[in-house]
């Protein structure tokens, strides 16, 4: 039989399960429809941030989340090793600011519940959290540091796999949409928009919120997937402005890169596919991220975007077999999917390699939606 895998979907998630694949000896031809890593992957801040964001109902996604930054690390290291490019792994630590009494209200009781949930956090005061970022606002009153809170730079991370994936052997058709996954068994494959048809072992669906849009799934089998807008810009660091911490206020996060950039984001907003920059949203966003540190009054801004996020009904990832037979998936990241790059990669290549199914995996079966199997244990 056929072990080649046939991912469709070259944005952080189909490029680092290609490279987990080709680097433990399992053949794999990527299809992306325009350039690799240019997807929502692409539009993201880098934050890799389990403690700052936990959900005060999404208790076993933070653990797949904390799974997988326990795992950035040296997953990193792999993708840097295999690539000879730097990804600016950076591990300094995030604060999360308060900047009036409400907010500040919000954030005791985050903190409260993190404590609750033994996570590594401390509280600061205003005066003690300008200590170690000197260009927050002087009037803010009260922070949270997450020292386990991470980042990368997302852009380098992509090109690094990207090359990573095909120094391993991978094989990568861009500007390669594919139209078509036929389910089988034995020998699935795919078509693609010019009608070619290719065989493989295995198909990985990774399209990301396009997943749902490729035809030959039965309505069970497509991922309940939804875009959420999210608008974003990049300013430009100019001494003697400096930031050094992934800073996240009430209204608007700033995520400092190693090459000058910071990222400022991210709206959230229910608009379908559109990708539209908006005066009213990148307002927001400049108003958020001034009143926590309105050093950023005099940068550059260099470039503004919008990107659309893959939500599933729960908010978490679809991960595991679907009900087409010989059709996995790994889609519906929603705002983790940078975070739970390394713990998807390598579960999914250990689920496609050898029929495994993890028990970080289990909760996260495609079908749970489906309301026929719930499970990612049988076949
Ligand atoms: C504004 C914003 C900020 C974010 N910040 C963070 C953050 O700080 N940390 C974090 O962890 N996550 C963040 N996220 C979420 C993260 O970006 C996503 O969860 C992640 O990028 C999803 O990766 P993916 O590989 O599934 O999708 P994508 O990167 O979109 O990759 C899917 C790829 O499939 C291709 N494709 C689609 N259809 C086809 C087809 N038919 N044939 C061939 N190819 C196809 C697309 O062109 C695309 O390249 C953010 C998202 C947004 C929008």
């Known amino acids: 039989m056929e072990d080649r895998v046939l991912v469709v979907g070259g944005g952080t998630i189909g490029l680092a399960t290609g490279f987990e694949l080709v680097r433990q000896g399992t053949p794999v031809t990527l299809f992306e429809r325009n350039?690799?890593?240019?997807?929502?992957?692409?539009?993201?801040?880098?934050?890799?941030?389990?403690?700052?964001?936990?959900?005060?109902?999404?208790?076993?996604?933070?653990?797949?989340?904390r799974e997988s930054l326990r795992r950035w690390p040296d997953f990193a290291r792999r993708v840097e090793a295999a690539s000879?490019?730097?990804?600016?792994?950076?591990?300094?630590?995030?604060?999360?600011?308060?900047?009036?009494?409400?907010?500040?209200?919000?954030?005791?009781?985050?903190?409260?519940?993190?404590?609750?949930?033994?996570?590594?956090?401390?509280?600061?005061?205003?005066?003690e959290a300008r200590e170690i970022e000197p260009f927050l606002a002087p009037r803010l009153t009260a922070a949270i540091f997450c020292p386990s809170d991470h980042q990368v730079d997302n852009r380098r991370f992509l090109e690094a796999t990207r090359t990573a994936f095909e120094a391993e052997g991978g094989t990568l058709h861009e500007q390669t949409p594919v139209e078509?996954?036929?389910?089988?068994?034995?020998?699935?494959?795919?078509?693609t928009a010019d009608g070619e048809r290719v065989?493989?072992?295995?198909?990985?669906?990774?399209?990301?919120?396009?997943?749902?849009?490729?035809?030959?799934?039965?309505?069970?089998?497509q991922p309940p997937v939804r875009p959420v807008k999210g608008q974003m810009l990049q300013l430009r660091r100019k001494t003697p402005f400096d930031l050094q911490h992934v800073?996240?206020?009430?209204?608007?996060?700033?995520?400092?890169?190693?090459?000058?950039?910071?990222?400022?984001?991210?709206?959230s907003e229910e608009m379908g596919f559109d990708t539209t920059v908006t005066a009213g949203g990148l307002y927001d966003l400049l108003e958020g991220g001034w009143e926590v540190v309105p050093g950023i009054y005099d940068l550059p801004v260099d470039?503004?975007?919008?990107?659309?996020?893959?939500?599933?009904r729960d908010h978490a990832p679809l991960l595991g077999r679907t009900g087409a037979p010989g059709v996995c998936m790994a889609t519906g990241h929603y705002r983790h999917g940078i975070l739970l790059t390394p713990v998807t990669a390598e579960e999914m290549a250990r689920l496609l390699r050898t029929g495994e199914t993890s028990t970080w995996l289990e909760p996260f079966s495609p079908r749970r939606f489906s309301g026929t199997q719930s499970s990612n244990v049988s076949p």
Do not use: C, H
């Open 35 to 65: 350039d690799a890593g240019r997807g929502t992957s692409w539009q993201a801040a880098g934050m890799l941030a389990p403690d700052a964001e936990i959900g005060f109902e999404e208790l076993s996604l933070y653990g797949l989340n």
């Open 180 to 191: 078509v996954v036929q389910p089988d068994p034995d020998a699935p494959a795919v078509v």
């Open 199 to 221: 065989e493989g072992g295995q198909v990985l669906v990774a399209a990301g919120v396009w997943s749902r849009d490729l035809d030959g799934l039965t309505p069970e089998a």
């Open 84 to 127: 000879g490019m730097d990804v600016d792994y950076r591990d300094e630590g995030t604060l999360i600011v308060a900047d009036d009494r409400d907010s500040a209200e919000a954030l005791r009781r985050l903190f409260e519940f993190q404590e609750e949930q033994g996570l590594d956090v401390d509280w600061l005061t205003g005066e």
């Open 247 to 267: 800073v996240r206020g009430p209204d608007a996060y700033l995520a400092p890169k190693s090459d000058g950039r910071i990222v400022m984001g991210a709206t």
């Open 303 to 312: 470039e503004t975007w919008a990107g659309l996020r893959p939500a599933s």
